[in-house]
């Protein structure tokens, strides 16, 4: 639903949307993250105090970007202990004017995401750093007080003090950045938790940053796919859960509570990533939730196209998740006995895990078998450690025995 | 990242007795190990919360009672084998981790310095991720 927006609102997209290039033109510049922050912070409050009175400057970034300079520099000027910087720092030429065209978010991004972080770090401080929320936010998503999160945010930012502020052609660095969106995104989409607690807030966040990311490597397939991905799954977030946040299988889904804008823009840029070899992960997930989502009833699904798309998956990568979900694509293609067979190779590499013993339950129940079926369910929901998937997983038993 | 609640139990039976009759050295000392670990947890960003429990003299058991008010009773009882001294909620990476945070509390000294070793429970909290594979 589109409303109006407020000048006050469009003063904060505007904000939002150019803080990360100030930053990462101010760390660019200066190499120090953590000081750069504090820098850009009192431009944007100088911002919000100086616009509204005096009106916009006609190039908000330039002035984003010299007011944090100078703060920097004056910061710099108070440290008598780092004075042989500010003399670097001050015989620097603060960028005036056009400031260069590459996108210093996407730098800032690569940054955040460095290998050096774990995930869950990388995705604090990009959310803190590049996606502009307050700590106070991330805390809530994460369900932990504001100072435990403010101390990892930091210990992230301290543990990047001299990381190279370079956009890496080293496609490894690229994966991890794509990774930790795609966590990210996860994050928000499998979080069932209620709508106060803006968990859905990070996919659209990873959404948006992906965005940013493929506007400037429009040509990356893998990028391009992920995008996909996310739109693709997103677009089924509001008929994922019931009234009592219960999960409801995509075949069971009220299709016409989906996201159709974001099928429609998913499918053509699913189309276009499979286009774009070396063919990896991404594109094909994101071709398997393209044909889940095109077509308006369960019983119309591509199965064979599906399960040819998790033979391509397996052979890129050896995660017994795709092995797991193409032994239910064999199922629905050949039958619940071609997929039973399928699953028997997991038990060693995923003994004791739910998911393995809730896609028996389905297969058999499938079969007609409903005691061994009501068994399986009962063994998932002892193993799993999510509270709405134990009573999905109880609710399936119940119903069979 | 992953929630934990350590729980830290202390041996019924001697709930009245041993802690008040240790030297003030050695329970500065227990105090200080586990204040420390504390403080590395709120260092590292892992820790939630952490409490301490009150003593068993003032625990209150409540049973429902479906034909009249609900049913009052002091416990849990001296025999009792283990009882719940206080408790951490850690956020972490992995099991290890909070493993690891653990034996750390658990080998908070005693009298004398040497390793108390109180049992520490480690439980993983549900969590409210519906990761329902969409096939």
Redesign the interface.
Known sequence: MATSKTTDEHFEDLLRELTPQVLGAVVRWSGDFAAAEDAVQEALLAAATTWPRDGRPDNPKAWLIQTASRRFIDEVRQQQARRRREERAALREVPLGEVEEYDDTLRLLFLCCHPELTPASAIALTLRAVGGLTTAEIATAYLVPEATMAQRISRAKSKLKGASFELSADPDRLRNVLHVLYLMFNEGYTSTSGPELHRSDLSSEAIRLTRAVRAQLPEDGQVTGLLALMLLTDARRAARTGPRGELIPLAEQDRSLWNHDYITEGVALAVEAFDTPPLGEYQLQAAIAALHDEVDRAEETDWPQILALYGLLENLSGNPMVKLNRAIAAAMVDGPDAGLKLLEPLDAELAGHHRLDATRGHLYEMRGDRETAAEHFRAAARATTSLPERDYLMGKAASLS | ???FMLLMNMDGGNCDVPMLEWDKADMDAHLKHLSDGLERL????????VNGLTWPKHAKVVRANGVSAPVLTDGPYAESKEVLAGYTMI?V?SEERALEIAAEQSAAPGPGGVPLEQPIEVR?V??????????
Do not use: F, H
Request: aromatic share 4%; glycine share 8%.
């Open positions: 990242m992953t929630k709120r260092q590292s960003g892992e820790l939630v919360e956020d990476e993983r549900m969590d409210s991720d519906g990761d329902l594979e969409d096939y």
